[in-house]
């Protein structure tokens, strides 16, 4: 099974997480008109480091330096900060969120497509093709 790891890569779990990409742009539009619902969308750098278990972490060196930024949750969730403001308290602009589910969509599909090739070639390996 480690052979297998190994010819698939990271982008198994690449997979896994535009997937669950798609699903936090797909609630963000589809509670466009909710009050005070805010936008929410995953750090994805953050998650697969996470995933690759690289420490990435910083560390301060004394007592006077300043914190070292916003902490992460496990699964990489942020809240989107709007370019404007609405008046019920809704933080998700329709562009934006289109444009992002556009793009995670090719995203997860050239994904989806290195991993169908690498399966491709597995087979094939396999076979004595």
Do not use: C, W
């Not at 004394?62 to 942020?78: L, V, Y």
């Not at 998700?92 to 050239?110: C, H, I, L």
């Amino acid at each position: 099974m480690n052979l297998l790891n190994q010819a698939l890569g990271v982008h198994e779990q690449a997979l896994q997480v535009k997937s669950r990409r798609l699903e936090v742009l797909a609630q963000n539009i589809a509670n466009a008109d909710t009050p005070n619902y805010k936008a929410r969308d995953i750090d994805f750098k953050a998650v697969l480091g996470a995933a690759q278990k690289q420490d990435t972490a910083m560390f301060a060196t004394s007592t006077g330096h300043f914190a070292t930024g916003q902490e992460i949750s496990p699964d990489g969730m942020r809240y989107r900060t709007p370019f404007n403001t609405s008046f019920d308290g809704n933080t998700v602009e329709m562009s934006v969120e289109q444009a992002n589910y556009g793009k995670a969509a090719a995203d997860y599909q050239a994904t989806l497509n290195f991993l169908e090739n690498r399966v491709s070639s597995v087979r094939k390996a396999l076979r004595g093709d």
